[in-house]
């Protein structure tokens, strides 16, 4: 075993090495000294920890890969603490490469480890993690609350790991344009960070507050803060910090009209990120030396630079770099007035921009870059469309207030001296005044009292009567702003529906086109083959052949027309639910609109995750009676039912070994003067706690962002407004069964 876990140490070590050749010899003999050093295997996996935590800021996949032997090592020792560590350095390395679900895989191993373990500081770091997870997807909300979690446990612990989640939750505001709160943050993370005297973290904060004052407007500041931290990086030979210095500063460079220097920090960012294996600021940096290249109007350098930084923005899957490097190439076809080769380009970032969830005044260029596009060639309704929205966007992003707020907050103590200086002297004026009102004849005093008496009481009731109403237009503001988001929240629950429904219909579909396809090529191979046999001398001409191939093609074209009917009826289905819903019911067949919609379920489910796969058992009533119903409000139900089957087993296989077998059980029955719809998965189950809220709007249990919370209650008002019952049966690790009763016979 121990000849083992040192070859496996050796390996890895030569891993590491190999990238750390810019590095001083001092760190390697350090490392190679602590090896020799340990005394026991739970050392060495401390060592190896280490390694992983500080190659990942050099080289992402061989930390990875370091991690992923460690954490096999952790395993077999028995070690709780360090198989965290490696799990957690794993995920943060799959995070960086965008490969998203295999680190929210590590996450949820590293969150039970930490529980298991029982220690505060590990769950901290765990939410911090999550922070991050969410973050880099541009989910900013989710990212924050994670953020939170972990600062309110550092700071009961009175832990002195806290600046990198404050650091990281001013992130969060900053990417939302709420610079204040970025600044604050920030400004608490420094504090901290030197407090410490940890000068990795103190790089790291300015520069991140570099671009908060670049966002202000604060363009000195700016620039101290990433030539500092660059300095900073480079006399501590961190070079991803180093990195994301050259590529910040570019932005700086680049909105002064420093195009040369724009580009030499852009190319130094671009050639460290290929070192590191950081492909998303490789992408970006690409993309902003593109920019200062077309700025110098270099066009063909510039368009190659951003076709580049696309296709490496593509493999990061991450919706904000690619929004950068798509409008980037439509900025520079438009400067080019080439605006036909712009349009499509510039409708994929503002896909992109709108999966990012950033709004700022980029989004607003985009529309007007759009909108010019659209008025060049000929296109005025769509120009003036995307002109009105960007204006729109203008107006509402980054007020004045918000950088009024941020600025206040960067203040010197030269300020703070200011206002104490004025107290002082306001001060001074009171009492005078004060001193003069008590030189009043006494003769004048006890009318003043009765006056200010009647006036105080005046001014009471008048402020009573003013605080009443400021209260109730509170109230009536929050009631407007409560009905606008439940509206909003019903409006993205029936479109998450309607994304089921679309995925699982272009699946169908895609069946019958394939078939079409395939006949009509084959068609024309048969044809040409028929040419050639025509063209043919009479004596060399083969009839028979002339005969076979007409056949052929005839039953071709006979086998053309029943797929083209197959795709006709799937999209008259399609058409059928998606029509205007009057609330009018029909006579429908219960077990076709169920059988229907399990598929459309399935393969809207697969649509989004390509290698779930799952057994469906079905057991439909024969002897059904045609029910009444509104069959676009139940086919809504059936969906919602089946969607959260397949989410709960897809969940639990990815938790449970290769011999579980997810499968959903959908049948009908005449019970009665009811008939039945059950939809059973063997799935985790619910918990009793969960249990008795999961009809209540805006209950779930999933993870934040996954979930609106309305899908079972708006399936629960369906299922009530036709007269019927919608229940429950569940247990704990065995499954969950939902049953739509329903009556009402035509």
């Known amino acids: 075993m121990r000849a083992l876990f040192k070859s496996l140490i050796i390996l890895a070590c030569g891993l590491f090495f190999n990238h750390l050749s810019a590095q001083p010899q001092a760190v390697k003999d350090k490392y190679q000294q602590l090896l020799k050093e340990a005394k026991s295997e739970n050392e060495r996996i401390d060592v190896v920890n280490f390694m992983v935590d500080y190659l990942k800021a050099i080289n992402v996949d061989s930390s990875l890969a370091l991690a992923l032997v460690n954490i096999e090592d952790a395993k077999k020792a028995g070690y709780l603490k360090g198989e965290y560590w490696a799990t957690k350095y794993a995920s943060t390395s799959l995070i960086n490469k965008g490969a998203y679900v295999s680190a929210k895989k590590y996450l949820n191993e590293a969150s039970e480890i930490a529980n298991q373990f029982g220690d505060s500081a590990l769950i901290s770091n765990y939410f911090s993690g999550m922070g991050m997870y969410y973050g880099v997807q541009s989910m900013y909300d989710s990212s924050a609350v994670y953020y939170k979690k972990s600062i309110a446990i550092d700071e009961a612990r009175k832990g002195d790991k806290i600046s990198p989640a404050y650091e990281m939750l001013a992130i969060s505001y900053q990417m939302q344009s709420d610079f204040a709160q970025a600044i604050f943050y920030q400004q608490k993370a420094l504090n901290n960070a030197e407090n410490l005297k940890n000068d990795r973290d103190k790089a790291n904060i300015l520069v991140n507050m570099g671009n908060t004052y670049r966002n202000i407007g604060d363009t000195v500041r700016s620039e101290q803060a990433f030539l500092e931290a660059i300095e900073l990086a480079k006399e501590l030979n961190e070079k991803r910090i180093e990195m994301y210095g050259y590529s910040n500063i570019a932005n700086l460079y680049f909105e002064n009209k420093k195009y040369d220097k724009a580009y030499a920090n852009s190319m130094l960012a671009v050639e460290m990120a290929e070192q590191a294996g950081e492909v998303s600021i490789g992408a970006a940096s690409l993309s902003k030396a593109a920019q200062a290249r077309m700025m110098q109007l270099k066009y063909r350098e510039a368009e190659d630079l951003a076709i580049l930084s696309i296709s490496l923005a593509d493999s990061s899957h991450q919706p904000l770099t690619i929004y950068q490097t798509l409008s980037t190439l439509g900025n520079i076809y438009v400067a080019q007035e080439k605006y036909k080769k712009a349009i499509p380009i510039l409708k994929r970032s503002l896909e992109s ?39 729109q966007i203008v107006d509402s992003v980054r007020r004045n207030e918000n950088i009024r707020k941020a600025t206040e907050l960067t203040m010197t103590y030269d300020f703070d001296k200011e206002k104490a200086a004025n107290q002082v002297i306001q001060a001074k004026k009171d009492a005078a005044e004060k001193t003069r009102q008590l030189l009043l004849g006494s003769g004048l005093l006890i009318a003043l009292i009765i006056a200010t008496g009647g006036w105080i009481s005046y001014r009471n009731k008048q402020k009573a009567n003013s605080l009443l109403e400021q209260r109730k237009n509170e109230l009536e503001s929050t009631l407007t702003k409560l009905k606008k988001t439940q509206t909003q929240l019903i409006q993205s629950e029936k479109m998450a529906s309607l994304g089921e429904l679309t995925a699982g219909i272009a699946h169908e579909i895609q069946n019958p086109l394939n078939f079409v396809n395939n006949f009509s090529e084959l068609s024309n191979e048969l044809i040409d083959e028929l040419e050639e046999e025509r063209a043919k001398d009479v004596k060399e001409k083969d009839d028979s052949l002339i005969s076979e191939l007409l056949g052929e093609i005839k039953q071709n074209l006979t086998k053309i027309h029943h797929h083209g009917q ?40 697969r649509a989004k995750d390509k290698q779930f796969n799952a057994q469906l058992q079905t057991d439909f009533d024969p002897g059904l009676n045609i029910l009444k119903l509104v069959p676009e409000d139940i086919g809504r139900v059936l969906l919602n039912l089946m969607t959260n089957a397949f989410y709960a087993i897809n969940q639990k296989k990815q938790m449970n070994s290769t011999d579980y077998e997810p499968t959903i059980w959908v049948s009908t029955k005449l019970s009665g003067e009811k008939i039945c719809i059950s939809v059973r998965d063997n799935g985790n189950g619910i918990s009793e706690n969960a249990l008795g809220k999961i009809f209540q709007p805006f209950f779930t249990t999933k993870p934040t962002g996954e979930g609106t919370g309305l899908g079972l209650s708006m399936s629960y008002d369906i299922v009530k407004s036709h007269g019927g019952e919608l229940k429950v049966e569940t247990e704990e690790g065995e499954g969950t069964t939902f049953t739509i009763e329903l009556s009402d016979f035509d």
């Open 353 to 391: 921009k709108k999966e990012a969830g950033f709004y700022d005044t980029g989004l607003a260029q985009l529309y007007k870059d759009l909108s010019l596009s659209y008025e060049k060639t000929g296109r005025y309704d769509e120009a003036l469309l995307n002109y009105k929205i960007g204006v």
């Open 566 to 605: 197959r795709a006709d009826g799937i999209v008259k289905g399609m058409l059928q639910h998606s029509r205007k819903n009057t609330g009018e019911k029909f006579p429908t067949d219960v077990n076709k609109l169920t059988d229907e919609f399990l598929r459309l379920a399935y393969h809207g489910f």
